[in-house]
């Protein structure tokens, strides 16, 4: 692809995706005006002062009133608009709340310090009783439409990585890699961090010199150009037409575009044999109904002998379960058809639907809550860029609290990613 092409994708994409902002116009229908639900708006009011009172933060009212359990260092909730904050809250619960800091009805200087002790005690904020009926009144159900079919997943996967290359390219690091670094004793260098990463996930799947590898999930061309820098021979495939583009960039700017081949296709549509398997941080979009077949994907496409090298985010299992069919500000926002899997569900998924089964694991949790940091301090810091390409406020609130939300349910272990070697039985 010449350079004045990718130049131009990203304009392209911003137009055709939905619930992001266009450039020069914004495309939020409806976020700037508050529900009205005045008796939820009460119960959400009165649950939300109960909360804060366990919780170590410090919330300010208009007037200067102020609630919550932190005191002068803890980090501050101000809540801008009470009104319409708490009709959001009310209608939207989870959603809502988001959706509030997307239009400035609260704001904060650190919000990933205040999230951090909201997502340590998320599974106990509200009572559990409370919690159930909460979830049958105001919480939202996954849409259909989001379901990750073939043309579902594509779908779902443009929404968020065809937002623009460029977009990506301001806050990640050289290797444009968007998953969990691993980050070495004494450094903070993300970049080396990526590149450890990237070849633990290669060696948990033996991948050397003469292997033929499948990656399933290309990102921008960082893995597969690191393995073939190793001496294999890599197929490399995704459903994002603006990862494809800029990956063969970069896999042609490496050096290795005759080692590596990049695939516009779905996992479910892959064939061949392959002397390794490796994917990074694509369960998380697959989706709970179609578990089953990714992972027989990864069995079915894998020679005897061969290993796979699996990156996972996970959650407790209990969580999982009882969220699982939630429509959560995540979900309409960042990831539409997402849901993180548990440790538990992915080994039940290797024991009912393959021959495969976990050999070796490590965690990287507190690894990912720096890489997210990274990332949220480069993109605030450069914004500007962002700007130029046609972003506004609203993605810029939106994207931020993308970040810090994420950030702080790694920070205190709600979250977690493993790095797995999976052989066969």
């Avoid at 300010?60 to 609630?67: A, E, L, S």
Wanted: net charge positive; glycine share 8%.
């Amino acid at each position: 692809m010449s350079r004045s092409r990718a130049h131009r994708a990203p304009d392209t994409a911003i137009r055709r995706t939905r619930n992001v902002p266009r450039p020069n116009e914004g495309v939020w229908p409806g976020l700037a005006t508050p529900p009205h639900a005045p008796m939820r708006a009460l119960v959400a009011e009165m649950l939300f002062r109960r909360a804060v009172r366990s919780v170590p933060v410090r919330v300010v009212f208009p007037g200067g009133k102020r609630i919550g359990a932190g005191g002068s260092d803890s980090p501050v909730m101000r809540i801008v608009r009470p009104e319409a904050f708490f009709h959001r809250l009310g209608a939207g619960s989870k959603i809502g709340f988001g959706e509030s800091y997307m239009v400035g009805d609260w704001t904060c200087t650190r919000p990933a310090d205040l999230l951090t002790p909201f997502a340590a005690q998320l599974s106990t904020l509200i009572p559990p009783a409370l919690q159930r009926i909460g979830r049958r009144i105001a919480e939202a159900r996954r849409p259909r439409a989001e379901m990750n079919t073939v043309d579902g997943a594509r779908e779902n996967i443009h929404r968020h990585y065809d937002l623009s290359n460029e977009l990506f390219g301001v806050f990640l690091d050289e290797t444009m890699s968007y998953s969990a670094a691993w980050f070495a004793d004494g450094s903070d260098d993300l970049a080396d961090a990526q590149r450890r990463k990237i070849d633990a996930v290669l060696d948990l799947a033996g991948v050397r010199s003469g292997m033929h590898v499948l990656e399933i999930g290309t990102g921008w061309g960082g893995l597969a150009i690191r393995a073939a820098q190793r001496g294999a021979r890599v197929t490399t495939m995704t459903i994002s037409a603006e990862q494809a583009r800029l990956a063969e960039e970069r896999i042609d700017a490496a050096g290795t575009a005759d080692r590596v081949q990049v695939l516009l296709r779905d996992y479910r549509e892959a064939r061949g044999s392959y002397d390794a398997v490796v994917s990074v941080e694509m369960v998380e979009a697959v989706g709970a109904q179609y578990w089953p077949t990714y992972f027989a994907a990864l069995d079915r496409l894998l020679r005897p002998g061969g290993r796979v090298g699996l990156q996972a985010i996970t959650m407790p299992h209990d969580r999982m379960l009882v969220t699982q069919n939630d429509y959560t500000w995540i979900s309409k926002y960042v990831f539409p058809g997402g849901l993180i899997p548990s440790v538990e569900a992915i080994e039940q998924n290797l024991r009912d639907h393959t021959g495969l089964r976990v050999v070796e694991r490590r965690s990287l949790g507190p690894d990912y809550a720096r890489t997210l940091e990274h990332w949220r301090t480069t993109f605030l810091t450069r914004w500007e860029s962002v700007a130029a390409l046609g972003f506004d406020e609203t993605f810029r609130r939106m994207w931020e609290f993308y970040l810090a939300y994420c950030e702080a349910g790694f920070r205190v272990g709600y979250l977690d990613v493993f790095q797995f070697s999976l052989q066969r039985r």
